[in-house]
Structure formats: C-alpha cells, structure tokens
C-alpha cells in the first residue's frame, strides 16, 4: 500500500477534525457553573412534560420520513 504525501495529509486532518470534534462536549461540560446554583433557568417557558411532546414529535417525524423513503423506493423498483 503506497501512500502519497496528499493522501497522508488529508488523514491527518480528518483525525485532527475528528479529535476536535470529540473534544468539544468535555470542553463545554468543563464550564464553571453558572451564578444562579438554585436549579434551571427561570426565563425558559418549557415545564418538564416539554421533554416529551418534542420526543414523541421527533419519533412521529421519523416514522413519517421512514414510511415515505420505503413507499419511494418501493415504487422505484417496481
């Protein structure tokens, strides 16, 4: 296997993207906390079954895109 000084180069930089890329959550989650240690942020408007309408509207959005790609290709190679 020969590698050429183009090839080489482009692996280096993905490893390095990649590295950097993986890097950036323990960087965020290494942030001093914020002033008000008393929980959440007051200013969000979201209570907490929020969380779930936007999981179940993700899920539905899923599925919908699925059964379309399915219903594509399925009459692609009929």
Do not use: H, W, Y
């Amino acid at each position: 296997m020969k590698f050429t000084a183009l090839s080489l180069k482009k692996a280096l930089t993905n490893v390095a993207v990649s590295a950097a890329l993986l890097a950036t959550p323990l960087i965020g989650i290494c942030q001093p906390p914020p002033p008000n240690e008393g929980g959440g942020n007051p200013e969000v408007p979201f209570d907490s079954n929020m969380n779930m309408v936007f999981l179940a509207a993700g899920v539905l959005f899923a599925v919908i895109i699925t059964v379309r790609q399915l219903r594509k290709k399925a009459s692609v190679t009929a």
